[in-house]
């Protein structure tokens, strides 16, 4: 694979997530791919009140938490980038997927049951939906 290819691993901030990295960094060494870490986040505000300091504060526990990923990665010799994106989870990493670097995409598949059939499923949305191949690993 060139080097300029990336495996895009979007994270939610849960072990369960986080339990792809392991398959990834793998893959990543094997294909010779560089690592997009991805979190798609939101701010909920009370009705009334400026949710732009919220979506700020938001964006930047975010890019804290995707640093400290990103720095362990590196100190592993990965090539590894990180995004941020504000809004629908699977909407934000199908768009951010259709970006020519991205190879393909390693995910998580979480919850089943009740929490699935109410809030629906990232995972499954992005499989059905992806322009590329989609790697679900189950948590």
């Known amino acids: 694979m060139e080097k300029d290819k990336r ?9 369960c997530g986080e339990n792809i990295l392991p398959k990834v960094e793998e ?23 400026d949710p732009t300091e919220a979506q700020i504060k938001v964006v930047r526990e975010v890019e804290e938490y995707l640093k400290t990923l990103e720095d362990q990665l590196k100190a592993k010799g990965f090539d ?4 941020v994106r504000y809004g629908d989870e699977a909407e934000e990493i199908l768009d951010h ?22 809030l629906g499923c990232v995972a499954e949305k992005v499989l059905h ?7 679900l690993v189950r948590c």
Not at 36 to 46: D, E, G, I, K, N
Not at 129 to 135: E, M, Q, R, S
């Open 27 to 49: 893959l990543a060494s094997n294909l010779g791919t560089g690592i997009c870490l991805l979190r798609v986040t939101s701010a909920h505000t009370f009705p009334g009140a």
């Open 97 to 118: 997927t259709s970006q020519k670097e991205i190879d393909f995409i390693a995910m998580s598949r979480g919850h089943g049951g009740v929490k699935h059939f109410l």
């Open 80 to 83: 590894v980038d990180t995004h």
């Open 7 to 15: 495996i895009l691993v979007p994270l939610d901030r849960s072990n």
């Open 129 to 135: 939906h992806a322009p590329k191949p989609v790697l």
